[in-house]
């Protein structure tokens, strides 16, 4: 999937996080990116995302937790890259062809805050009916509970939708702005 096909299907100017509703209205349509770690589908709402873009040259940031792989240009802003299957818990995976950076926007203590996510490929932006939209199941997932906002339905089968807010947390949001700051400190030397 394009960048240009994700910047059709995202409205202009609605870049911030939406906020987490108790439940989907049965009829409200919600549009997902969905992508691939390993063999398993997850979905991030797209009004979340800023771009997708090839997975590139990432330059290492010593003494981070292990799940962030380091830092990128992007147009001359430095912005942190996490492996999310790292963050996941699970074993790190080789780069192939289709390993993206996905940019999404997060909120943090001190605002947004832009950061790249590396999944194993993109899918495609998916609309799911707010029906077909479930609460996370109370065990069972082969990552944290929290991390989950809800199940979609897709032809039968769940997609994982995620809560980048809690993937991403405060306190490891302010690990994250501090890597960014020290890799912009160190690059303007």
């Given at each position: 999937m394009s960048s240009n096909a994700l910047q059709q299907a995202t409205p202009r100017g609605?870049?911030?996080?939406?906020?987490?509703?108790?439940?989907?209205e049965p009829d409200e349509q919600h549009q997902y990116l969905t992508f691939l770690l390993g063999d398993e589908m997850f979905a991030i709402g797209i009004l979340s995302i800023?771009?997708?873009?090839?997975?590139?040259?990432?330059?290492?940031?010593?003494?981070t937790?292990?799940?962030?792989?380091?830092?990128?240009?992007?147009?001359?802003?430095?912005?942190?890259?996490?492996?999310?299957?790292?963050?996941?818990?699970r074993q790190a995976r080789?780069?192939?062809k289709r390993t993206c950076i996905v940019i999404v926007d997060i909120e943090g203590a001190n605002g947004s805050q832009q950061m790249g996510v590396v999944v194993d490929a993109v899918n495609e932006v998916l609309e799911i009916a707010g029906c077909d939209i479930e609460p996370p199941p109370e065990f069972g997932a082969r990552i944290r509970n929290d991390f989950i906002k809800n199940m979609g339905k897709i032809d039968g089968?769940?997609?994982?939708?995620?809560?980048l807010?809690?993937?991403l947390s405060v306190e490891e949001v302010g690990v994250i702005a501090n890597v960014a700051n020290s890799a912009a400190?160190?690059?303007?030397?």
């Open positions: 609605q870049n911030s996080v939406a906020t987490r509703s108790s439940e989907p800023r771009e997708i873009i090839e997975y590139g040259f990432v330059t290492d940031v010593p003494m937790p292990p799940f962030i792989r380091g830092v990128i240009n992007l147009r001359g802003a430095v912005v942190p890259v996490l492996d999310l299957a790292a963050r996941f818990g080789e780069n192939s089968k769940f997609v994982i939708i995620l809560d807010n809690r993937v400190a160190v690059s303007s030397v």
